[in-house]
């Protein structure tokens, strides 16, 4: 019988690697002659370089870059082959912040330009770059800063330090310094955020109060957006507006202006990445899960993508999540939640793992009476 593990995270608790090597153990218990083959997955948010590095085989790098408010951080990104992996949270996110700190007005991307260019200069060819979890609304303009690209304001002075309160400031914006090596790779956005950049299901207005911004803020940062919007279609650097443009505070418009990155759903290229379609050859049965699956699941999300990804393929899929708040249909051929209902996440935390263990072992005897 051959079982291919293929999850998402479970955030707050396990990583999609993690998940992969629990399942493994627990299936092995039950049915030692199984052939596993684990595919962590993840579809552009947190946890995005593990799981992609890991099941490519690569390896990790580090290098310091500056964190959102410009304090120097370590940032990791993957390398497998000529494939960069990115995640724009581990020098731009929310989570190198605490909830004082955050401030849109004040934070930058500019440690994501830096990390860009740590993986230029690794040789590679193509660089994957996941966007979730960010804390800023610069439009991407900090970080293409650090990859040489030069503002100026409308008065003609060079700017620097671009962030999110000083975007209604520019006015022209010169490629004459851009990293070369920038033109000879090619850019892939990993997001399923598909909010435009401005407006009310825009940037600012869905994202923006999460990430610190004050009723007095947002029409700051719109003006600012729109700004910056304005200057790059004046100039010819982009030509149309696109579903997800307003992903991690326009990072999604600024990535497609100065990297000329193509969006993709984070999902269906984690499945391309990961060849998972030669994998599924042979394949009795596949599993997915994430933390917790909601309504939210059906909607583009990893595991639901997979479960279509598996129907075309005429191999079930079954889900085995954390916590399932919904009934999740007819996409899986059957479900299992791994934690007790109503139990509280403190509890759940230091017993992930075993209660995922458990759960698989019941989901394996499962298989095996059937």
Do not use: W
Not at 59 to 88: H, Y
Not at 335 to 348: H, N, R, S, Y
């Amino acid at each position: 019988m051959k079982i291919i593990l293929a999850p998402d995270k479970f955030k707050g608790t396990l990583t999609a690697a993690q998940v992969t090597e629990i399942e493994k153990k627990a299936i092995l218990s039950v049915i030692p002659e199984a052939e596993i083959l684990c595919v962590p997955l993840a579809d552009g948010g947190d946890g995005t370089v593990q799981a992609l590095t890991t099941a490519l085989g690569g390896k990790f790098e580090t290098c310091d870059v500056r964190g959102p408010l410009g304090k120097n951080v370590t940032a990791q990104f993957g390398l497998a082959s000529d494939c960069a992996i990115l995640e724009m949270a581990t020098a731009s996110g929310m989570v190198l912040l605490s909830a004082e700190e955050r401030n849109p007005m004040k934070t930058s991307t500019y440690g994501t330009g830096e990390l860009i260019r740590k993986a230029l200069e690794s040789g590679v060819k193509e660089i994957v770059i996941g966007i979730g979890g960010s804390a800023t609304v610069d439009g991407g303009a900090g970080m293409a800063e650090a990859l040489g690209y030069e503002f100026f304001d409308k008065n003609g002075s060079k700017m620097s330090g671009l962030c999110g309160g000083n975007l209604v400031e520019i006015g022209k914006i010169s490629c004459e310094k851009v990293h070369p090596a920038l033109k000879k790779c090619k850019f892939r956005i990993a997001s399923d955020v598909t909010n435009p950049l401005l407006g009310e299901n825009g940037s600012v207005a869905v994202f923006a109060p999460q990430k610190g911004a004050t009723p007095e803020m947002m029409p700051l940062l719109e003006n600012g957006l729109a700004n910056l919007r304005n200057v790059l279609y004046q100039q010819g650097m982009i030509h149309d507006d696109v579903p997800g443009d307003g992903a991690a505070g326009g990072l999604g418009l600024g990535l497609r202006a100065f990297c000329a990155a193509v969006p993709e759903s984070g999902a269906k290229l984690a499945i391309k990445l990961t060849r998972l379609e030669e994998k599924l050859s042979g394949a009795d049965l596949v599993i997915t899960g994430e933390g917790c699956s909601d309504a939210q699941t059906e909607n583009g999300k990893l595991c639901s993508e997979l479960a279509l990804f598996c129907k075309t393929h005429g191999v079930p899929c079954y889900l085995l999540s954390g916590k399932i708040t919904e009934d999740p249909g007819n996409l899986f051929a059957g479900f299992l939640a791994t934690v007790p209902v109503g139990m509280p996440f403190e509890e759940i935390k230091p017993r992930s793992a075993e209660l995922l263990y458990d759960a698989a072992v019941k989901f394996a005897g499962k298989i095996m009476n059937n």
